[in-house]
């Protein structure tokens, strides 16, 4: 059994290498959200976005659901939101940014 908590601690670390992971798992600590705000927060193209999402979703990190139009994120798993909390501090409120097209960003939600 501790052979495989090894093995998901090992690439939870590599999956928490890349920095625009790691900043979108800092945000979605905030609360879920959908790739345009992402897109917004990281300053990346919605293909970059969505390719590190992917790579998220399939290590059981995050998880998704549509509503409408959006695709919605949010964490998946406790022990990933408990070692952000150590490795980067308290969460913050999520921000609404003024060149985000969003329902949160527009106040709608």
Do not use: N, W
């Not at 990346?44 to 695709?71: C, M, N, T, W």
């Not at 913050?92 to 329902?103: I, K, Y």
């Amino acid at each position: 059994m501790k052979r495989d908590s090894y093995r998901y601690a090992a690439r939870l670390f590599r999956l928490l290498s890349h920095p625009a992971r790691l900043r979108i798992l800092d945000e979605l600590r905030r609360g879920e959200a959908c790739v345009c705000h992402l897109q917004a927060v990281l300053g990346r193209p919605q293909v970059y976005v969505s390719q590190q999402l992917r790579v998220l979703r399939e290590a059981g990190v995050i998880e998704s659901y549509k509503d409408g139009l959006f695709v919605y994120y949010r964490l998946a798993d406790s022990r990933v939101e408990r070692l952000l909390g150590e490795m980067l501090g308290s969460v913050t409120e999520a921000e609404r940014l003024s060149h985000c097209t969003c329902p949160f960003c527009r106040g709608e939600c």
